[in-house]
Nanobody
Framework: QVQLVESGGGLAQPGGSLRLSCAAS????????MHWVRQAPGKGIEFVST???????EYSDSVKGRFTASRDNGNNVLYLQMDSLKDEDTAVYYC????????RGQGTQVTVSS
């Protein structure tokens, strides 16, 4: 059974940082392209980042240069380092097996506010 469990969300001030984690199980994580998506209040699912099996990454324009995705294939964990946070980064963040967020975990809330 596929499981994706996100953690690490919370409250941060603008300009601050948070690091999200996603523990994966039930599938061959090391062979899977993995994704981060988010959903802001009242909005749809938004693509954030893709990390390929070799560790190369892609980002949406809104987070490029501020967020860094990484993965630990030995422990089946996906990470998202979020720096220089902005108010508009407030959202529920999900790790997902697809870039549209159809196969996502339960999410972790990130709130950026002063």
């Amino acid at each position: 059974q596929v499981q994706l469990v996100e953690s690490g969300g919370g409250l941060a001030q603008p300009g601050g940082s948070l690091r999200l984690s996603c523990a994966a199980s039930g599938f061959l994580f090391a062979r899977a392209w993995m994704h981060w998506v988010r959903q802001a209040p009242g909005k749809g699912i938004e693509f954030v980042s893709t990390i390929y099996t070799d560790g190369t990454t892609e980002y949406s324009d809104s987070v490029k240069g501020r967020f860094t995705a990484s993965r630990d294939n030995g422990n089946n964990v996906l990470y998202l380092q979020m720096d220089s946070l902005k108010d508009e980064d407030t959202a529920v963040y999900y790790c997902s097996r697809d870039s549209a967020g159809r196969e996502r975990g339960q999410g972790t809330q990130v709130t950026v506010s002063s």
